[in-house]
């Protein structure tokens, strides 16, 4: 009698952990922008290209030396700002070797900036109305919430969207475009009406409770 039960907990058991599973591998999922620097290496190598290559190979070795910090590179957002603080460094360097007269390692690290450019460019950024249609639908939710949205508000509410399971997240994307669009939106709201509540939930605006 007892086996019935405890089997089909067995099977509960099992089809969460697949679930979890599967919901882990995608979430962990590397950025394009990741598997396009491998694929680039790999091309560098046979064009003989040393500039791209010692910048590739830098930025993967950085992205290596995260994960075993338990800090992994998972979105374009983080990409970007090693690729930027590479190439703050690559500036920095260029500058002390102008002051030492040696124009030849400043036209190299010129080289690797202009890389890292390229890179950078590339990044997916997200529009801005794909921007202000996130704070609307953030808006949206406050309201089903119960809760009148306010400028001042704004910092509270937005850590919504840039959490993980937000529409934002791991998006690259202006800050302060976003508080900003925030807070005009919310200036633009009709007077507020505790009563009016839409049955609908943040998930189904791109975001997470």
Same mark, same amino acid.
């Given at each position: 009698?007892?086996?019935?039960?405890i089997s089909r907990?067995?099977?509960?058991?099992?089809?969460?952990?697949? +679930?979890t599973?599967?919901y882990?591998?995608?979430?962990t999922?590397a950025?394009?922008l990741?598997?396009?620097?491998? *694929?680039d290496?790999? %091309?560098?190598?046979?064009a003989?290209?040393?500039?791209?290559? *010692?910048v590739?190979?830098?930025?993967?070795?950085?992205?290596?030396?995260?994960?075993?910090?338990?800090?992994?590179?998972?979105?374009?957002?983080?990409?970007h700002?090693?690729?930027?603080?590479?190439?703050?460094t690559?500036?920095?360097?260029?500058?002390?070797?102008?002051?030492?007269?040696?124009?030849?390692?400043?036209?190299?690290?010129?080289?690797?900036? #202009?890389?890292?450019?390229?890179?950078? #460019?590339?990044?997916?950024?997200?529009?801005? #109305?794909? +921007?202000?249609?996130?704070?609307?639908?953030?808006?949206?939710w406050?309201q089903?919430k119960?809760s *009148?949205?306010?400028?001042?508000?704004?910092?509270?509410?937005?850590?919504?969207?840039?959490?993980?399971?937000?529409?934002?997240? %791991?998006?690259?994307?202006d800050?302060?475009?976003?508080?900003? +669009?925030?807070?005009?939106?919310? *200036?633009?709201?009709?007077?507020?009406?505790?009563?009016?509540?839409?049955?609908?939930?943040y998930?189904?605006? %791109?975001?997470?409770?």
């Amino acid at each position: 009698m007892l086996l019935r039960p405890i089997s089909r907990r067995l099977q509960c058991c099992r089809r969460a952990f697949a +679930t979890t599973a599967a919901y882990r591998e995608v979430e962990t999922e590397a950025p394009p922008l990741l598997a396009r620097f491998r *694929n680039d290496m790999k %091309g560098a190598l046979k064009a003989k290209d040393r500039t791209r290559l *010692n910048v590739l190979r830098a930025i993967l070795t950085e992205i290596t030396v995260l994960e075993k910090r338990s800090q992994p590179v998972q979105t374009e957002a983080q990409l970007h700002k090693l690729l930027e603080k590479r190439q703050n460094t690559c500036k920095a360097a260029a500058e002390e070797f102008q002051k030492a007269d040696r124009e030849d390692l400043v036209s190299k690290e010129n080289e690797q900036i #202009d890389v890292l450019q390229e890179y950078m #460019d590339d990044s997916p950024t997200l529009s801005t #109305d794909e +921007t202000v249609l996130a704070i609307q639908n953030l808006i949206r939710w406050m309201q089903t919430k119960g809760s *009148n949205p306010s400028p001042k508000s704004d910092k509270k509410a937005l850590r919504y969207l840039f959490q993980e399971g937000g529409a934002l997240h %791991g998006k690259m994307v202006d800050k302060s475009l976003v508080s900003r +669009t925030f807070e005009r939106l919310v *200036n633009e709201l009709p007077p507020w009406d505790p009563s009016m509540r839409a049955k609908s939930s943040y998930e189904q605006h %791109g975001g997470r409770e």
